[in-house]
């Protein structure tokens, strides 16, 4: 379900609900960036499953921290954008890792607890899923 209004409704009520708490635009957009990945599977029509490598904790953390990286950066074209909606926010970069974790982490938990088998994959990265992205066969040290 990739960009759907679906991840940004509980998403942006939980973050004006706690606007002190977490830093708004950093908690939209990282609510949504691991859906790269099944837009991605279908634009291109990958054999992959919608919500593989990058939908388990291991590299959630990894995308959480390269999205708090990256909205820091760009924390003064935002802030005049929010200025716009009168959404005005002083973000440290404490916060923002903070609201970039949960917002990563909240969209795992709740795709990976859909299904028990996909809750189960959800602590190790799958190995095949890691090869698979970049279009080789796993051998599983069977000799041809």
Sequence with gaps: ???T?????????LG??????????TLLL???ILDIEP???LLFGLHRPLHGTLHNFLFGLVIAFFTALIMNKWQAPIKKIMAIFRLEQDSSFAKIIWTSLFGVYSHILLIRTASLGMALRSFVPAYKDIVSW????????KRS
């Design 39 to 41: 837009l991605t599977v």
């Design 16 to 25: 004006l609900l706690l606007f002190t708490i977490f830093d708004f635009p």
């Design 1 to 3: 379900m990739p960009l």
């Design 134 to 141: 970049f279009g080789h066969r796993l051998s599983c040290g």
């Design 30 to 32: 990282s609510g949504v």
């Design 5 to 13: 209004p679906y991840h940004w409704g509980p998403l942006s009520t």
